[in-house]
């Protein structure tokens, strides 16, 4: 017997989940992703309207390590280096003295869950190679983080960088043409 019906057109469609009691299950809401979403969407608006903490915008983005997939795809990610623990929005701006942002996010209380030992220990070591580690529980404490490392002053590089001889040329008018 198939799980899936079909609707206008001849498309198939997925049946909901059904309850013991034969009433419809509810979908789980991913209460984490929302606040995550409202987060960008606000960072974005902080961006248009030209404050502090809108710089952010340009240099933050999602991992995207949870979620549910098939056994296959995410066999195929830890492949590609996909890591459980890393967080969800890296800042990759350095200011007060560290190299960047690992801002990992939870939801607001009640919906919330304790970190993992995986995203505990991603903190923790990032802390140790000079990345600023943050938890946030939900939208409104992630915006405080958010504004707090906006506010402090740009890390300064102190001395020479280091220039690698390996890989290929990537800035544009500098390409080699041996």
Known sequence: MSSCTYG?????????????????????????????????????GEKQRGTQVGQLYDHIYHVPNGGVRSWKTAVEMKRQGAKSGVSDLPVRQARGGWHGLYLE?????????????GQH??????????YCPALARGF???KAVLREYASWPRTQVVGERLALTN?????R?????A
Do not use: Y
């Not at 996010?105 to 030992?117: G, I």
């Not at 220990?121 to 000079?130: A, K």
């Open 105 to 117: 996010m939870k939801a607001t209380p009640p919906r919330d869950a304790d970190l993992s030992d």
């Open 140 to 142: 409104e404490e992630a």
């Open 167 to 171: 890989g290929t040329e990537w800035r």
């Open 173 to 177: 008018g500098e390409a080699n043409d």
């Open 8 to 44: 206008r057109g001849g498309k198939a469609r997925r049946r909901p989940s059904i309850n013991k009691d034969g009433s419809p299950r509810k979908r789980p809401v991913d209460w984490e992703g929302r606040d995550q979403a409202a987060l960008i969407r606000w960072l974005h």
């Open 121 to 130: 220990d991603w903190l923790e070591g990032s802390e140790f190679e000079g």
